[in-house]
T-cell receptor, first 113, second 118 residues
């Protein structure tokens, strides 16, 4: 089966740092994505990891440990506009119809002044 | 680049009617498009994978006769919710994977369609 877990909700303060964790157990692994989604809008791409280690993109960083089935998204210098849902998604399969994204439960982040 | 549109953005219909949702890749060709459903405060659930010119592959538990998918060209896929019922009310999101693969072979998401069945 496919199982991807994230905390349901988190609260953080403007200007602070927050880490959103994601653990996964999937049949196959071909990369892990993090998306940001504001209410009623489409997800937007934040980061991608396929090898172990840390990927940094500005205020956002994402870490992956394939042996542990674990990833986290790190948001620095939080801004009010960062209040959104953060979705962890694992790509399974390699070609054709088997290459698809399995989304986690999503983490609703509330940034407070 | 890599823009995906959906039409309509929202729709309200009566129970028992059918609703068609279009997903278009505006500036790229997509061999594969995906249809997701998202209920309030929940994550995206993959409904089906659509490949141009072939039958869609449905996820377990998704009724293919109720959710008809047509991917007639490299830029257009449609989802038809047949005989819609209130429990079909949801946010439907499509995504498209470009023919020319990017660095991450990622999907690009449409803005979603809010379906409300009365």
């Amino acid at each position: 089966g496919q199982n991807i877990d994230q905390p349901t909700e988190m609260t953080a303060t403007e200007g602070a740092i927050v880490q959103i964790n994601c653990t996964y157990q999937t049949s196959g692994f071909n990369g892990l994505f993090w998306y940001q989604q504001h209410a009623g809008e489409a997800p937007t791409f934040l980061s991608y990891n396929v090898l172990d280690g840390l990927e940094e993109k500005g205020r956002f960083s994402s870490f992956l440990s394939r042996s542990k089935g674990y990833s986290y998204l790190l948001l620095k210098e939080l801004q009010m506009k960062d209040s959104a849902s953060y979705l962890c998604a694992v790509r399974v399969g390699y070609s054709g119809a088997t290459n698809k994204l399995i989304f986690g439960t999503g983490t609703l982040l509330a940034v407070q002044p | 680049g890599a823009v995906v549109s959906q039409h309509p953005s929202w729709v309200i219909c009566k129970s028992g009617t059918s609703v068609k949702i279009e997903c278009r890749s505006l500036d790229f060709q997509a061999t594969t498009m995906f249809w997701y459903r998202q209920f309030p405060k929940q994550s995206l659930m993959l409904m089906a994978t659509s490949n141009e010119g072939s039958k869609a592959t449905y996820e377990q538990g998704v009724e293919k006769d109720k959710f008809l998918i047509n991917h007639a060209s490299l830029t257009l896929s449609t989802l038809t919710v047949t005989s819609a019922h209130p429990e079909d009310s949801s946010f439907y999101i499509c995504s498209a994977r470009p023919l020319a693969r990017g660095s991450y072979n990622e999907q690009f998401f449409g803005p979603g369609t809010r379906l409300t069945v009365l």
